[in-house]
């Protein structure tokens, strides 16, 4: 039997108000005697749901509203219209109950104290999260085990390197061993090597603890290898939820056939086989219908001296454009 | 040093002695430096900064009170030290005085103390809260440092009028270091002795009300 989601949004929106300043010294004086503010939509009618333990991509362009979203969901902002419970809590309440059963780890910010050691901040947090020692001692151990810490532990967090602080980051927003883990762009700014361990990790927190993790990003090799599913979201609004699987059956209706042939083909005739994308001297570059491309491959095998053939799904990133394209384009 | 030089023209400033008034500059002395190392360094200096960039996210995210938490996460541990100049400044003009001082005595200076630290935590609460409202509102700190900085240094006889009223009633200054002071070396109204722990409280109270509606107010900054 599927469990009760632990995550229930329904029509959830925020707006910011924003001030408009007019530009130069001049605006800047008539602003403080007359504001005029605007009113500018970051999410509208949001619903999803999420079960425990999913791992669950948040996707979209920058300003469509995933942070935003993320912020109501952790009780840091407060919703403009619709409702939002996470773990059986209204976030926006931020109940000592809720906060110690969830973590937001930011990219872009840190939470660990800068002139001080990593561990001092972790055993900071053990005793703000009321986290028994035995039990924190045993954490610990492990996710230092996990993220190959052990040798900086001692060393101020300024001292360190960008991807050993995300690391700390991650021990720092875990030691409460929380239920609900929003991450937000993690792996901003990390080599691929750290990038890859973050993901690996992420990946085994959530099977050792039955974690359910809500991610924003934009590299979407996160994406591809911690979620199940994806949501994807622009302009304030879902456009997609499902499995990626799903989304490259529904969005993926091309595929791309790459050839290296023994002569020199023409234009007029490779057209019939598909869109031409690059034809450079032997190497041709043709985009296909999905169902038709097994076929096209084979008249074009018999049809020509073929050396090479591959045929290449299309990049998640392209579906998504494709995806937020076609919504965009059905909605005006 | 400016106390010393009045003195050494005249006899006492709004009947506070020469020594009284020493002492009232060595509570003076503990007093900020206790309020500088542990709410104006983070509470005052660093909250609008971190409004405005949104650093305030992680302290809201914590299951503790947000307003203890930025409160004491940065506090300036080497101001605790600068209080003993203070300290030595008190015992020398209590030696110079020669009076007799009860216990009791020291330990209603001592409470009145605490009321009015509490009193400028309150304070400091309730300007600092007006950044959530004016993002951009830097000089706020700065206008509330001058305020508890120029007016608490002064013997509390010295206002007079409007500004009686004020510096008594409306931002209270004179309950951090003057009030504490007289009860130590001079006789004191017994209102102004009672007043204190109801100001602190009252304005603790409002201080918390007024942080809590401010803190609603907080949109956190674009990623």
């Known amino acids: 039997m599927k469990s009760e989601p632990i995550i229930l949004v329904n029509k959830l929106s925020k707006e910011h108000?924003?001030?408009?300043?007019?530009e130069g010294v001049k605006g800047s004086l008539k602003a403080l005697v007359h504001r005029e503010?605007?009113?500018i939509p970051a999410v509208k009618d949001v619903s999803f749901s999420i079960h425990p333990g999913e791992l669950v991509g948040f996707i979209g362009s920058n300003g469509a509203g995933k942070t935003t979203t993320l912020k109501m969901l952790s009780g840091l902002l407060e919703p403009?219209?619709?409702?939002?419970?996470?773990?059986?809590?209204?976030?926006?309440?931020?109940?000592?109950?809720?906060?110690?059963?969830?973590?937001?780890?930011?990219?872009?910010?840190?939470?660990?104290?800068?002139?001080?050691p990593a561990i001092d901040s972790f055993n900071l947090n053990r005793d703000i999260y009321e986290v028994p020692e035995k039990h924190y001692r045993e954490v610990l151990d492990e996710l230092v085990e996990l993220l190959d810490l052990k040798d900086i532990l001692h060393t101020q967090v300024r001292r360190l390197s960008l991807g050993q602080r995300m690391k700390c980051e991650f021990v720092a927003a875990l030691i409460h061993t929380p239920k609900v883990l929003f991450l937000d762009e993690p792996t901003l700014g990390l080599d691929v090597v750290v990038q890859q361990r973050i993901r690996e990790f992420i990946k085994a927190y959530n099977k050792r603890y039955g974690a359910t993790v809500m991610l924003t990003s934009h590299y979407m090799d996160d994406v591809k290898e911690i979620c199940e599913r994806i949501i994807i979201i622009d302009h304030g609004k879902v456009f997609f939820d499902g499995?990626?699987?799903?989304?490259?059956?529904?969005?993926?209706?091309?595929?791309?056939?790459?050839?290296?042939?023994?002569?020199?083909a023409t234009r007029q005739n490779l057209a019939k086989y598909g869109d031409i994308i690059e034809l450079a001297g032997p190497t041709v570059i043709l985009k296909t219908p999905t169902p038709k491309t097994s076929m096209i491959a084979a008249e074009l095998l018999a049809n020509f001296k073929v050396i090479d053939v591959t045929i290449s799904e299309p990049r998640l990133e392209d579906i998504v454009r494709e995806v937020i394209t076609q919504r965009v384009i059905l909605d005006s | 040093m400016f106390f010393v030089v009045v003195l050494g023209n005249a006899h006492a400033i709004a009947g506070w002695s020469h020594y009284q008034v020493l002492f009232l500059s060595g509570l003076?002395?503990?007093?900020?430096?206790?309020?500088?190392?542990a709410i104006y360094i983070f509470g005052l200096w660093r909250l609008p900064a971190a409004i405005k960039d949104g650093d305030v996210d992680f302290a809201l995210l914590k299951p503790i009170s947000p307003l203890f938490n930025l409160s004491l996460s940065k506090p300036y541990i080497s101001g605790f030290l600068a209080t003993l100049p203070g300290f030595g400044l008190m015992i020398f003009a209590l030696i110079r005085l020669g009076q007799h001082i009860s216990i009791g005595r020291v330990a209603l200076g001592l409470g009145l103390f605490v009321c009015g630290l509490v009193i400028a935590y309150a304070m400091s609460i309730i300007l600092v809260g007006l950044c959530f409202y004016f993002v951009n509102a830097t000089a706020i700190p700065k206008i509330a440092?001058?305020?508890?900085?120029?007016?608490?240094s002064n013997p509390m006889d010295a206002y007079q009028g409007a500004t009686r009223i004020i510096l008594y009633y409306v931002l209270p200054v004179v309950f951090i270091s003057s009030v504490p002071a007289a009860a130590i070396t001079r006789r004191l109204d017994v209102a102004l002795i009672a007043l204190a722990p109801i100001l602190a409280c009252g304005l603790l109270g409002l201080a918390v009300t007024i942080w809590k509606h401010m803190i609603r107010r907080y949109s956190s900054a674009g990623s």
């Open chain 2, 28 to 37: 003076n002395i503990v007093a900020s430096e206790l309020i500088l190392s």
């Open chain 1, 80 to 116: 403009s219209g619709g409702s939002v419970e996470v773990l059986g809590y209204r976030p926006a309440e931020r109940k000592v109950g809720y906060l110690k059963q969830i973590s937001f780890v930011m990219g872009q910010k840190n939470q660990l104290l800068w002139d001080i």
């Open chain 1, 37 to 39: 503010y605007t009113t």
């Open chain 1, 243 to 264: 499995k990626i699987d799903q989304l490259i059956q529904q969005y993926a209706t091309h595929k791309t056939l790459n050839l290296t042939l023994a002569e020199t």
């Open chain 1, 17 to 22: 108000k924003m001030h408009r300043k007019e």
């Open chain 2, 145 to 152: 440092g001058s305020i508890a900085v120029d007016f608490k």
